[in-house]
Structures are given as structure tokens and as C-alpha cells.
């Protein structure tokens, strides 16, 4: 069994910087992609930023320039550095990993999610 563990989410004022990290435990062989997504009530869930092994990221157009996310592969725990953040970015945030649980079996696993509100 793989579990994921987000902590960080907080308020924070519009303009300001918010650190999450998301640490993955468990029997892992070893993870492809992590990644975080964010959720907002009476919507999807929406891809924010995903980064692969070895280290190439990807952001969601209205994130891009502002978001940083990265990963230390010996920790097996994924960062989302937030800045200059908006009152549109107030969401739940979710971690998800694609972990290798052995040789041949990967699996998709998400973490509990952590609360982010950004004031006016």
C-alpha cells in the first residue's frame, strides 16, 4: 500500500507565497510522474502542475510564471512552491503520484488534500 501526505495549505493574502509538499510512503519500487491538481466545489478537479522523474514540469496556463513545482526523488516527496498568488487559486489541492509498485505495476495514488485560500 502507497500513501500520500500533503501539508501546507493555509490562508494567505493575495500578492503572497505559500510552500505545499506532499511526501509518498509506503511499498514503492519506484514513481513516474507527480503531480498536483485542485478542486474547488462544483467543478472538476484541474491539472495545476506535473513534473516527471527526471525533473521536467509542466503548468497549467494560468499558474505558468507564478507556480513552481519539484520533486526530491530521495525523499519521494514533491513541492508546489506558490507565488504572487490570486483569490482565483483558493482550492483544495491535491497531490497524485504514479507509483511503481513493483517491476511491472504502476498505479495512480492521490492524497488526502489540503485546503488553500487565498484573501482579498
Known amino acids: 500500500q502507497v500513501q500520500l501526505v500533503e501539508s501546507g495549505g493555509v490562508l494567505v493574502q493575495t500578492g503572497g507565497s505559500l510552500r505545499l509538499s506532499c511526501a509518498a510512503s509506503?511499498?514503492?519500487?519506484?514513481?513516474?510522474?507527480m503531480g498536483w491538481y485542485r478542486q474547488t466545489p462544483g467543478k472538476q478537479r484541474e491539472l495545476v502542475a506535473t513534473?516527471?522523474?527526471?525533473?521536467?514540469?509542466n503548468y497549467t496556463d494560468s499558474v505558468r510564471g507564478r507556480f513552481t513545482i519539484s520533486r526530491d526523488n530521495a525523499k519521494n516527496t514533491v513541492y508546489l512552491q506558490m507565488n504572487s498568488m490570486k483569490p482565483e487559486d483558493t482550492a483544495v489541492y491535491y497531490c497524485n503520484a504514479a507509483v511503481r509498485t513493483t517491476y511491472y505495476y504502476t498505479s495512480q495514488y492521490w492524497g488526502q488534500g489540503t485546503q488553500v485560500t487565498v484573501s482579498s
Open positions: 513534473v516527471t522523474s527526471t525533473g521536467s514540469a
Open positions: 509506503g511499498s514503492i519500487f519506484s514513481i513516474n510522474a
